[in-house]
Structures are given as C-alpha cells and as structure tokens.
C-alpha cells in the first residue's frame, strides 16, 4: 500500500494533470510533426507481422494504434498508469475498431510474465520518470522482452543553452516532463543488461530534438 502512495505522488500524468488528458492530442500536434515522428520509430522497430508488441507508457494510443494498422496480425498491447488518458485511448482504439490490449499498471511493476513481447516501444514517456523509475522501468522492459527481443524509445534528447532551456521549460509545463537533462538511457541500459545499445538519431521539433534509442535482450535477433 505504501509503495502504490509513494508511485502516485511521484507521477507525472500526460500534461502534468489527469484533468487534461483530452488536451493531449490537440497539443501533441501542435509541438511535434507526429505522424513523421511515429512512422520513423515504428520504422527503426523493425517490427514483424506475428510479433507481440508492448507501448510502454501509451498515452492515448496514437502510435498504438498506428502500429495495430501497420501491423493487424501483430498482437499489439498498450501500458499507462493514468487512468483518465486510457479512457481517450480506449475510446480511440474502439472508433477504429482495433482489437488492442490496453492495461493501467506502471512502468517499474508490469503485468505481464518474463518474455512475452518481441519489441517495447515508448515514446515521451521516460522524461516523466525520475531516475529511479527510469531503471527499473528499464529492467521491467527487459524482463517481459523475449531473448533476442528490443526496446525502442523515443524521448526529448538532453537539452542545453538558451532556446533549448526555453524549450525545456514548455516541455515541463505542458508534457509534464520532470527533467532538464535528459535521459542518460543508453548508459541506463546498458547498466540494466541490454545489448546492441544504440543512438538511432535525432528527430528536430521546436520543443528540441528528439532523440531514438535501442537496445535488444541479450539473445539471437529477433526479427521474424
Ligand atoms: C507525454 S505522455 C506520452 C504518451 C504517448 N506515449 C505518446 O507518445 O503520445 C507520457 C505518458 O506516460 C505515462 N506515464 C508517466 N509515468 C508513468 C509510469 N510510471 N508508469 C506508466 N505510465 C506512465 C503518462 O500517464 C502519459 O500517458
């Protein structure tokens, strides 16, 4: 009981209130060429028709749901801790008439048992976490990965200097992001046990760049 009061004060929901969880969308395309940032991580996931796919931190379900239409025999499941922008997620992924699996649980405790994905992606859900979080989200993400399974993330690159301080502080206020700097991920997950950890490149928004991060569970690729 004590751990679930410690994890919700210390969430950061989708724009720093549950109240506006509907305003999410609308400011997302606002900030951010979202279709072209979506379709380039769906892309580097390199995901395969059977595969089973987790959207660590779903949000409302856009790149959920984008994958599901990508991919309508994967098996494709969306994780958020807030129940409120679930609620627009679900009533996304009904309009569209996908059978999508979405679950409210958090990122450091998942419910789903050791090897079950064969990819997790996330995107702008790790400069929510504080660091702490950020591993064991990390370690959770390798756990319930198959062998040979990858991470692929999508989040605000570490920002510096002055536009990019403003940009910091916009990010803070309207994505609910706790964090300056950040992300050290690739050290984070290397320190957790990924391998073949990679820098995918850099995405510009005027919010700064975002930055692409991978990394597998040590095993044979899995692509297939
Ligand atoms: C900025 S939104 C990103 C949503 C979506 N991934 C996207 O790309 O639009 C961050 C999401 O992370 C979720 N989140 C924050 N902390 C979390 C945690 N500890 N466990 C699970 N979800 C979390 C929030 O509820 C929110 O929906």
Known sequence: MRNLVAQRETYVPAMGLYSLARLYDPAVRLFVRERALRTGLIAKARIAPAHRVLDLGCGTATLTIMIKRAFPHAEVFGLDGDPEILGVARRK???????IRLDEAQAAGMPY????????VSSFVFHHLSGDTQRRALQEALRVLKPGGELHVADFAVMHGGPA???SHVVGHFFGGRRRDVIPLLTMMSEVGFERVQDRGRF?????????YSGAKPGPPNCA
């Open 93 to 99: 992924a009904a309009a569209a008439r996908l059978d």
């Open 113 to 120: 048992a050791e090897s079950t994905f064969d990819r997790v």
């Open 165 to 167: 301080n403003l940009a």
């Open 204 to 212: 510009p928004t005027i919010l700064g760049n975002v930055g692409f």
